[in-house]
């Protein structure tokens, strides 16, 4: 069975940080990316990294802040997130594909996880 589980969101104070965790079973992608969606607001891409290379590609409003990583023993991707802010409450979803390519489209992403709760105080 193929599952993608996220870990690691929760309620941190603004300027703070946690990291997430995205484990993949079943099977190895070629892409992993997060998205996200706050509360009213459509799901918007986070970051990606390919599989392969490492490549990496982030949303604007996280750039310089968040970083994308894989952990090809583990078959599991993260997103560390620094300096948080209020804007960056929404639930985080791990999402991959099996073609690669650097694709920050949700529709082009065949494998979500079930989203993890990332609330940031000011």
């Known amino acids: 069975q193929v599952q993608l589980v996220e870990s690691g969101g929760g309620l941190v104070q603004a300027g703070g940080s946690l990291k997430l965790a995205c484990a993949a079973s079943?099977?190895?992608?070629?892409?992993y990316a997060w998205f996200r969606q706050a509360l009213g607001k459509e799901r918007e891409f986070v970051a990606v990294v390919t599989w392969s290379t490492g490549t990496t590609y982030y949303a604007d409003s996280v750039k310089g802040r968040f970083t994308i990583s894989r952990d090809i023993t583990k078959n599991t991707a993260y997103l560390q997130m620094n300096s948080l802010i209020p804007e960056d409450t929404a639930v985080y979803y791990c999402?991959?594909?099996?073609?690669?390519?650097?694709?920050?489209?949700?529709?082009?992403?065949?494998?979500w996880g079930q989203g993890t709760q990332v609330t940031v105080s000011s």
């Open positions: 079943g099977r190895i992608f070629s892409t």
């Open positions: 999402a991959a594909r099996v073609v690669g390519g650097v694709v920050t489209d949700r529709g082009a992403y065949g494998y």
